[in-house]
């Protein structure tokens, strides 16, 4: 969908990946098909290019550097190296005075009763590195189950996790330009399935001074990071302490799942917003011309595509993935509502 | 445009084009440069895919033939051979009992003189085939203006046709499935410059009744042709009789420039509900949600990107072409504003 919105601004895309399947190679002009540690393959692609982004936060740190030193990386790659680990990110935010749930890390076992004692019961334990979608994060509810777990995470760092009593999900998507300008969608609220993301709902239908907090943590880490494209910030909304209040889940230095509705119900989508801000360009508005309601279609709901064209105000998306795995986002829809006036 | 709207719906593209300069090959999978008569190529795209379509009407009618000997093409050659020769074109249109200005073919110099007769001065002659934006016609004034424009035409048949004293130049987009179902977008106000479209509005501003009759012609040309995808279908409409009437000035057996607005105002493009056509898919809605502007950025208009963006109900884009040479479509943009209620 990237490269579709750069293709738009007439934009020519050149496309790396180490995978097999890569439905992006049919939308774009250029594939190279290549290991993230092949330097020869790193350095002729950077040639070929301007300007160089990623889709996914789990690109190692060190190609996001070794490219950054031939031609810029946007985000950059300390946006990457923040937002990849866990541990970095929670640290990050906290600097900020973010408010975000109790964590403590873990590298040995010795260390998870100390842990669990400081989080509480029960409790997230999550790997560091390379989590998404529920991937690497289990909850325990007990000092036993939690040694169980670490060991089923083969021994690498993880952290555990207060366990948030929340109301609501939300989620926002941010935007900054390479001058700084800065350009926000409104607060969207979140329903996951299994730790995967199931509907996205706009309006959130949250509280204005939430939606403006939520906006006031979007601006803020926009600028700690001298932050350029879109990202993605996750939020809890607490209820424990009698008024709900917001905290940080997590970040995504990438367009979101969250923001699929844009493409259908803003003049200008996610993906445009961030092609325009790596390549230099203004930042467009962030108005919706209708209320929206994004569904994911995982594994075998791609099969039910006839059903959902029979309705008259959705609009489908299929993204052209070989082969539909329980679980594996193979496409959306949005369903477009007249505006609701607020 | 067509291939991006295809790769949303999960489809993959395959482009064949004898051009240089192939910008769809950017946003496609696969692409084929071959010529028009090379059946061993055809052959094989022909192996490759599932459905076959055209975005320009002077593909040749025995290529499409060839063509559609092994997968369905769609529209049907038969469309493709009535709209590529203007002479075919208009007797067809004629023997629907479908208003269109007086017309006479011209198949040597010694039959200028009584065609110029039949259709009055001044009298606009164009080629039979490969005529667009402007390309092979000129107005004349006088019977020696007239033979003077046939030599420069190299001798070919032309068609000479009565100067209409029209008020407005409207268009519409319909759009016809599989199972006969028919979508059509609302009619369109267009300007040409240089006999280039300029610009397309919605809403129109003409009365009720003229956009209904366009509507109707759209249905039954539909029909007629047994049509499967998008038509682009060009009115004059008439003054000089002292009343407005509609006459049909050309039909397009493809998406139109005219309707390139519904990419921003509308939740289904013309592109999409052609490649939904095409596939068997049925049609979507065509309602707007915005009132639109539509204009053509030809040669160096494109240069003024930065300016375009700076308007922030502005839409853009940009097709990626290498050469900006005067009068090419090298781009448009959508300029967006709340829509009017009637």
Redesign the interface.
């Known amino acids: 969908m990237l490269?579709?919105a750069a293709?738009?601004?007439?934009?020519?895309?050149h496309i790396y990946s180490p995978d097999e399947d890569i439905p992006a190679?049919?939308?774009?002009?250029t594939l190279t098909r290549a290991a993230y540690d092949d330097h020869g393959a790193l350095t002729e692609f950077a040639a070929s290019v301007d300007v160089i982004t990623y889709e996914f936060e789990n690109v190692p740190a060190p190609t996001a550097a070794f490219l950054n030193a031939r031609k810029p990386v946007r985000p950059t790659p300390s946006a990457l190296a923040v937002t990849q680990d866990r541990l970095t990110e929670k640290e990050f935010l906290k600097d900020c005075g973010i408010p975000l749930t109790a964590f403590a890390l873990i590298r040995g076992p010795d260390q998870l009763e100390g842990a669990i004692e400081s989080v509480g019961l029960p409790a997230v334990l999550k790997t560091r590195r390379l989590g998404y979608d529920g991937k690497g994060q289990t909850v325990v509810e007990s000092l036993a189950h939690a040694r169980a777990a670490f060991q089923s995470f083969g021994g690498a760092e993880i952290i555990a996790e207060g366990f948030v009593d929340f109301s609501d999900e939300i989620s926002i998507i941010a935007a900054r330009d390479l001058m700084g300008g800065t350009a926000l969608y409104e607060a969207i609220r979140n329903e996951h399935h299994a730790h995967i993301l199931y509907r996205s709902h706009v309006p959130a239908g949250i509280p204005a001074e939430l939606a403006e907090h939520a906006r006031r943590i979007g601006e803020l880490l926009l600028k700690k990071l001298d932050y350029v494209g879109v990202m993605g910030i996750e939020f809890f909304v607490e209820t424990e302490t009698g008024r709900r209040r917001l905290l940080v889940n997590e970040i995504a230095p990438r367009v979101h799942n969250s923001g699929h509705w844009t493409m259908?119900a803003c003049?200008?989508s996610q993906f445009e917003q961030h092609i325009?801000a790596i390549c230099g360009?203004?930042l467009?508005?962030t108005a919706r011309?209708?209320d929206a309601v994004m569904q994911n279609l995982l594994g075998e709901d791609i099969d039910g595509w006839q059903e959902y064209?029979?309705e008259?105000?959705l609009?489908?998306?299929?993204?052209?993935k070989s082969e539909a795995r329980p679980g594996r986002k193979m496409?959306h829809f949005t369903r477009?509502y007249p505006l609701t006036k607020r």
Chains 1, 2 share one sequence.
């Open positions: 490269a579709q293709s738009k601004l007439g934009f020519h895309v190679a049919e939308v774009a002009g259908d003049q200008i325009r360009w203004p467009g508005p011309h209708a064209l029979a008259p105000n609009a489908l998306h299929v993204y052209g496409g477009l």
